[in-house]
């Protein structure tokens, strides 16, 4: 049930942004769900934390790079690393997946009652804590 619900929101989130006027790939939600909003992430922490391979990441990050939601800069700590960070094209658009997810929340708690809908934030809470290992980051 959390898969069906999992695909069922994140398909909501996406039509959201695309009727926002930021056109993309249900795809791309693996590498706006795990980028550092403030300060990138290198590609390799990105794969890892959307659970697919660095090249299949590398081929999502460059359809954003093309679409102008991405750049690639160097990692301050690692000068031979590189980071994906956000343009701002890039972060009005998560700031549009942000607003689509506030409404949808709403709706959850039309649906659920406020009580119900906390209780269920607490669970897919611990559900989380439990089974996320430690990640700073800094990736």
Same mark, same amino acid.
């Given at each position: 049930?959390?898969?069906?619900?999992?695909?069922?929101?994140?398909?909501?989130?996406?039509?959201?942004?695309?009727?926002?006027?930021?056109?993309?790939?249900?795809?791309?939600?693996?590498?706006?769900?795990?980028?550092?909003?403030?300060?990138?992430? /290198?590609?390799?922490?990105?794969?890892?934390?959307?659970? !697919?391979?660095?090249?299949?990441?590398?081929?999502?990050?460059?359809?954003?790079? /093309?679409?102008?939601?991405?750049? /690639?800069?160097?990692?301050?700590?690692?000068?031979?690393?590189?980071?994906?960070?956000?343009?701002?094209?890039? /972060?009005?658009?998560?700031?549009?997946? !942000?607003?689509? !997810?506030? @409404?949808?929340?709403?709706?959850?708690?039309?649906?659920? #009652? #406020?009580?119900?809908?906390?209780?269920?934030?607490?669970?897919?809470?611990?559900?989380?804590?439990?089974?996320?290992?430690?990640?700073? @980051?800094?990736?």
């Amino acid at each position: 049930m959390l898969g069906l619900a999992y695909m069922a929101l994140g398909r909501r989130i996406v039509d959201g942004v695309l009727a926002a006027g930021f056109p993309q790939r249900p795809a791309h939600s693996a590498v706006f769900a795990h980028i550092d909003i403030e300060h990138g992430t /290198r590609l390799t922490t990105l794969a890892a934390r959307a659970n !697919i391979t660095p090249q299949a990441m590398g081929e999502l990050v460059d359809d954003l790079e /093309r679409l102008g939601y991405l750049v /690639r800069e160097p990692d301050p700590a690692d000068r031979r690393a590189k980071r994906i960070v956000l343009t701002e094209r890039g /972060r009005a658009c998560v700031a549009a997946a !942000i607003r689509t !997810i506030e @409404g949808m929340e709403s709706n959850l708690e039309s649906l659920l #009652g #406020g009580r119900r809908l906390a209780e269920l934030h607490e669970s897919l809470n611990r559900i989380v804590d439990a089974t996320t290992p430690d990640d700073d @980051g800094s990736g």
